[in-house]
Structure formats: structure tokens, C-alpha cells
């Protein structure tokens, strides 16, 4: 049974809950607050979801203290919007200024909230950004030279890698449209439409069921396999004997999707046959191993057994799935070293890959919540034979 769209936005209470989270972790570092300034993060404790984050032009700002509400520092258009979020405290300037965007105004605030332990957290680390001009951070670093600058990347990941209810909801969602969309693939594909036909037609397909947008979704074809799968669609048309993957991140209210799709063209040759059953079997060896308590290297290593023994020569894609939720990509990673362990509301994605044939790849996703019993899919699970397109 299809699920009801969701809400879409979350409750004062979810957005307090979050903070009261993170306030916590910032106490045991010793943080007097937070410097965020990514979509992602000013999204995920405020509420405000916008797409002006398109326009490069202006930064913008939450300061997150120890204790009470975060303080939005941003541009004067935004405070309309600003307003309908719990957030009460917003300080703004008119923008775009280049000789001062905000700076003074930000460091005023910081100044506020920074008196206890002297340490100002910032996403400094791995899978993290700043997204403010490199002048403003080098005055920032000057005019702050009385406190210590501490990367916070690592606390922050941590945090939004373990998603609420209400988030999960809104992926499952996401997910069912994209499955459903994949599953009527074949309806509208054939042979002799190029791979950006195809994946325009798919683009719409997705919309009309529902999605706000699909800012991803890339596709890549070749006889039996295919090379790049980051690059497409391109105008190459399909034949008989093709193999074709459609992968994408569809958005539902902030939350993306990631997982593809194979679909083969006119036949499947027994090559072909052979490794798309070997990825399928891997992922079931991912779904078996992705529990609480488990790593995220336990969950890659019961997929590389399958796949090596199935002749995969290597893993070039560099992982075997990631987090997922605000953003396409998310950590943790699922390698053969990070050993993260995984927890319950951690959504990943199960993504085995296998190289053959010295420059040949196929690729198989899907997406999970990882619950107290183990892996629950949030998409639709993949056919067991590789569908075939005439």
C-alpha cells in the first residue's frame, strides 16, 4: 500500500529536540556554540527551507549556543521567511555589501555567547564546508584571536547521521515515488531513445508522482556493463544488447532518495545475467549484515565477499554505500576501513559495485533504515532478474 504524502516541515518540538541535542554534545566539548552556515545545517535546526540557496551572492548565518535558541545572522531578504520558523532571534543586514556582508554583525553575536569556555565550534573536518567568502573566515580568525576555533564536523555528522521519525518518513516517501517511477520505466523507455530521453522522460514521470525536484540523476549505458556512471545522460542511443543504469536523488521536502535502477535493451546476454544476479546477491548479503551493533566495514565486507567471489576484480567506485537524508550524500561511509558502528534511524544506502573486463561496471542500490530487528528497505526492492526493454 502506497504511503500518504507527509507533512511536510517538522514540529517546534522535533526542531527543540534537536537543538537540546546538540547543545548537550557542544557542553561535553567544551563549546560556548556553533558557527553553521551550510543549507543543510541552518535547515536542520531552524526549519527554513528555501531555494534562495541557489544564489552564491550572499551568505548566511546560525550561531548556535550552549544553552537557549539559535540566533539567525542573515540577509535582510531572508527574514520574511526567517520568521515563520521557531527561530525568534534574527539579526540581519542588508546584502549584498561586499565591504562588510554580515561580518561585524556575525561577530558581535559571537562575542555574545562566547564567554564561558572560549571555544567557537565550526565544521572545519572531513564531508564538511564553509560557506562564507575565505576573506570573511581570515578577518573572522583575526578578530577572534582571544578564542579557539574548534572543528566541529565530526559532532555534527554524528548528529544528523540518526534521523527522527518524521525525517524517515519523508525519505520512505521519496523512495516509493522513485521506485514507482523505476518500475514504470519500461512503459515509457525503448529501443532507439538515447540515454537523455529517457531520463527527461523519467524527470517528468518523477514530478508528476509527487517529487518536489530531482536535482540528481545521471545515467550511464554500454554492451553488458558500462564505464562512467557519473557523467550522463548523453545522446548515445540504445540498442539491442545495452545494458542502461538511471540513478537519482528525488527531493520530498529537503530529503532525497539515492538508488538505480539496470534495465537491459532488446536481450540480456548470459554475461550480463550473471553479474547482475551477483550484485543482487551482495546486496542481500548487505541487508543481512546491516543491523545495530554491526560497522559499516562488517556491512562492505558481506558485500565484497559476494562479489569477489563472483570474478569482480575491484571496487573503483571507492565505496559501497553512505548516508543519506538532507543531502544527496551523507556520512558515514561503507568501506573496508571506517568501521563506524550503525545505529538505529541511521537511513544508508546499499550500493555494491563491481568491475569486470578490465573497464567494464555494473552498479545496484538501494535504500535502508537501519531499525532494532536490522535493515528495512525504504526502496522498493529491485526486480531479481534484470528487466528488459524491447
Not at 570573511?136 to 565530526?154: H, I
Not at 544488447?241 to 538505480?260: A, K, M, N, R, S
Not at 550473471?274 to 566495514?297: F, K, N, Q, V
Not at 575491484?314 to 559501497?320: A, E, I, P, T
Request: charged share 25%; proline share 5%.
Amino acid at each position: 500500500m502506497f504511503q500518504a504524502q507527509p507533512r511536510r516541515g517538522f514540529s517546534q518540538r522535533e526542531l527543540e529536540s534537536r537543538t537540546e541535542n546538540a547543545q548537550r554534545l557542544m557542553r561535553a566539548s567544551k563549546l560556548d556554540a556553533m558557527l553553521l552556515t551550510t543549507e543543510a545545517h541552518v535547515r536542520y535546526f531552524s526549519g527554513f527551507l528555501t531555494q534562495f540557496w541557489q544564489s552564491p551572492t550572499r551568505p548566511w548565518f546560525l550561531l548556535l549556543p550552549a544553552t537557549g535558541k539559535p540566533v539567525a545572522v542573515i540577509p535582510t531578504i531572508g527574514v520574511a521567511g526567517m520568521q515563520q520558523t521557531w527561530i525568534d532571534d534574527i539579526r540581519s543586514w542588508s546584502s549584498p555589501q561586499p565591504e562588510d556582508d554580515g561580518i561585524s554583525l556575525l561577530l558581535a553575536a559571537i562575542r555574545e555567547f562566547s564567554g564561558r569556555f572560549g571555544r567557537l565550534g565550526l565544521t572545519l573536518g572531513a564531508e564538511s564546508q564553509l560557506r562564507m567568502p575565505a576573506r570573511d573566515y581570515r578577518l573572522l580568525e583575526q578578530e577572534l584571536s582571544q578564542l579557539e576555533l574548534v572543528d566541529c564536523a565530526a559532532l555534527m555528522l554524528k548528529l544528523c547521521s540518526v534521523k527522527s521519525a518524521a525525517e524517515i518518513e519523508k525519505i520512505r516517501y521519496v523512495c516509493e515515488l522513485a521506485s514507482d517511477s523505476f518500475n514504470a520505466l519500461p512503459g515509457f523507455a525503448k529501443s532507439g531513445q538515447s540515454e537523455r530521453e529517457i531520463v527527461r522522460a523519467m524527470r517528468i514521470d518523477l514530478l508528476e508522482r509527487g517529487a518536489d525536484h530531482t536535482p540528481y540523476i545521471v545515467s550511464a549505458s554500454g554492451k553488458d556493463g558500462y564505464g562512467d556512471i557519473i557523467m550522463g545522460p548523453r545522446d548515445r542511443k540504445l540498442v539491442d544488447g545495452d545494458i542502461l543504469i538511471i540513478d537519482t536523488g528525488t527531493v520530498f521536502d529537503g530529503y532525497f532518495c539515492d538508488f538505480d535502477r539496470n534495465f537491459a535493451f532488446g536481450h540480456e546476454s548470459d554475461k550480463a545475467k550473471r553479474i547482475y544476479d551477483t550484485l543482487y546477491r551482495s546486496t542481500d548479503a548487505g541487508l543481512a549484515a546491516a543491523r545495530p551493533g554491526a560497522t559499516t566495514t562488517d556491512v562492505w565486507q558481506a558485500m565484497w565477499s559476494v562479489l569477489a567471489a563472483g570474478g569482480a576484480t575491484s571496487n573503483d567506485v571507492g565505496r559501497m554505500g553512505h548516508g543519506l537524508g538532507a543531502q544527496l550524500t551523507e556520512w558515514p561511509s561503507l568501506t573496508a576501513s571506517d568501521h563506524n558502528p550503525l545505529e538505529p534511524g541511521m537511513v544508508i544506502t546499499l550500493e555494491p559495485g563491481m568491475d569486470f573486463d578490465g573497464d567494464k561496471l555494473m552498479v545496484h542500490e538501494e535504500n535502508i533504515v537501519i531499525t532494532e530487528a536490522g535493515a528495512d528497505l525504504l526502496s522498493k526492492r529491485a526486480a531479481a532478474e534484470m528487466p528488459v526493454i524491447n
